[in-house]
């Protein structure tokens, strides 16, 4: 893994439920809030929820050919920063959470965060100049994104679980790229600078693409969506 591939991961790496009334006879009529309906843990039969409608299957295919576009001019613009401006080229890493990020906000169904990691992928296959190894670069990034809903079973779709996967990436990543920054060789101060540069980078991303995914859910476009 060289020092290019060290910042794209491998390349170097909602239901809007609506709020339902609860009645019964001789009590009171009463509206659950925005929040606790949407983070609710969802029941049904486990493999239904695994079952991906086509509506979901194409903007999923949205999000990810959306997501290759970003990315594309962003792997090339992290490669050419790399050899003098390396601290630069890592605070673009959190790019790479953020068409998965908008997908499991937007969808809140089990793997479309992989999904869309892998169709964004293979978008930029011929122009990443890395071939098919950008697939899995950005299958890497997106397993981040899925991980802490795979810890609840896709049960339950609260914000703080997006940050979850954006703080634990935003440690490991310098780990894994530490010999490919060569991050032995500077200082202590550098060293945490660069840990805080990436992790800044992915909590930003993940917010973005939470505010992207409301906004677009305000617009009625998860809302319309089969689930």
Known sequence: MNGADAVNGADAVSSNPYAEASAAAGSETHRESGSEVQNRPRTGGGRSRFRIPTAILLTCAALGVAGGALLAPANWISTILFPGLPFVSVALAGLWLLPSVIALRLLRRPLVGLLVGLLAGLVIVPFSGYGFSSVATNLWWAAFTELPFLFVLWRYW??????????????VYPILAWASFDLGSFGLPLQITFFAVTLGSCLGATALGILIADRLRKAGVGGRLPR
């Open 158 to 171: 609260g914000t703080w679980l997006h940050y979850l996967g954006a703080l634990i990436v935003g440690i």
